[in-house]
């Protein structure tokens, strides 16, 4: 077990983080890999890819470091509340060169609420894009797990900025980097108005995002796989193959409806969402501490 030395003390996590609590063998590239992105989590400095540890295509690698990633988080006490799904627009993935969305981790302390102001101490290099938010109140468990099953287990959606961000130096990420990275996580706001799927159809949804009143990115739900529902549907397949399923009560990210941006100190974006109203979040301009 290697243990991680916080130096960042605005990082809330203790001093000492362990990589691999388990001892379980592993690949050394690989707890080397999750080493190095730990480091730059708590230290809040940028690093360097990890495609010098592992080939930039090999996605089974890459979810092994970001179990081990998480489990470091984890290991506070921190819980998972859900999961994000990334790279579902065609331009992203060419972009990476894959043919596949990824995913991620959403953790309790990720989580603002519309309008709350977002603190920047956690955040690194980040980048907002909007997207649709599902919260469950069924399992995705068992079963064909295909749209209708996943369509009837979502309580709910609701407007979402996702703020995400990279521990990759200047975002000069592979996909094995974003994957390794928790799929490029940082924070993300949740939208007030609530509307069930019986009231709202998310591949018809229409979206606008401005930062500081300057629209910057606009898009639809087509964009998300084709639909968001086919998101949640791939997400809940994947969680399930990796023996952690979606669950009542999580969380789920569908992916971004248009362009991410760059985030600035003192920024204010917002984004809009036919059906589902606004979302915003606030970037301070110094310390909030």
Same mark, same amino acid.
């Given at each position: 077990? &290697?243990? &991680? ?11 000492? &983080? ?11 590239? =690989?707890?080397? +890999? ?7 989590? $708590? ?12 080939? +930039? ?14 489990? *470091?988080?984890?290991?506070?006490? @921190? ?5 994000? =799904? ?19 981790? $959403? ?45 009837? *287990?979502? *309580?709910?959606? @609701?407007?979402?900025?996702? =703020? ?28 007030? &108005? ?16 401005? =930062? ?18 086919? *998101? ?6 994947? +969680? ?5 399923? $979606? ?9 971004? $409806? ?11 974006? @917002? ?16 310390? @909030?501490?």
């Amino acid at each position: 077990m &290697i243990m &991680i030395v916080a130096d960042n003390p605005k990082v809330a996590m203790s001093s000492n &983080i362990p990589i691999n609590p388990g001892s379980a063998p592993v690949d050394p590239n =690989i707890e080397a +890999a999750a080493e190095r992105l730990t480091k730059a989590f $708590l230290s809040g400095q940028p690093c360097a890819p990890i495609i010098d540890l592992i080939k +930039a295509d090999d996605v089974d690698s890459a979810y092994q470091i970001q179990t081990l990633f998480n489990t *470091a988080r984890q290991w506070q006490g @921190t819980k998972v509340v859900g999961r994000k =799904i990334g790279a579902t627009s065609e331009v992203v993935q060419v972009q990476l060169g894959v043919d596949q969305p990824d995913f991620g981790v $959403l953790f309790e302390d990720m989580q603002y609420a519309d309008g709350d102001t977002v603190s920047m101490e956690r955040l690194l290099q980040p980048k907002a894009e909007a997207e649709i938010a599902f919260v469950l109140d069924r399992d995705l468990a068992d079963g064909d797990l295909d749209v209708e099953q996943c369509r009837a *287990a979502v *309580a709910y959606a @609701t407007a979402a900025l996702e =703020i995400v961000d990279s521990r990759i130096m200047d975002w000069d990420i592979s996909f094995a980097d974003t994957v390794a990275d928790n799929a490029s996580s940082g924070v993300y706001v949740l939208g007030s &108005i609530r509307k069930s799927l019986a009231e709202f159809v998310p591949v018809e949804a229409q979206m606008t995002m401005t =930062i500081d009143d300057e629209l910057v990115s606009a898009g639809d739900g087509a964009a998300c796989l084709g639909d968001p529902l086919h *998101a949640l549907t791939w997400l809940a397949r994947r +969680a399930r193959e990796f023996g952690e399923p $979606l669950r009542a009560g999580q969380v789920v990210l569908s992916g971004a $409806l248009g362009p991410m941006r760059p985030v600035k100190p003192g920024s204010v974006v @917002t984004a809009h969402i036919t059906g589902l109203g606004s979302v915003t979040a606030r970037f301070p301009t110094m310390s @909030t501490d």
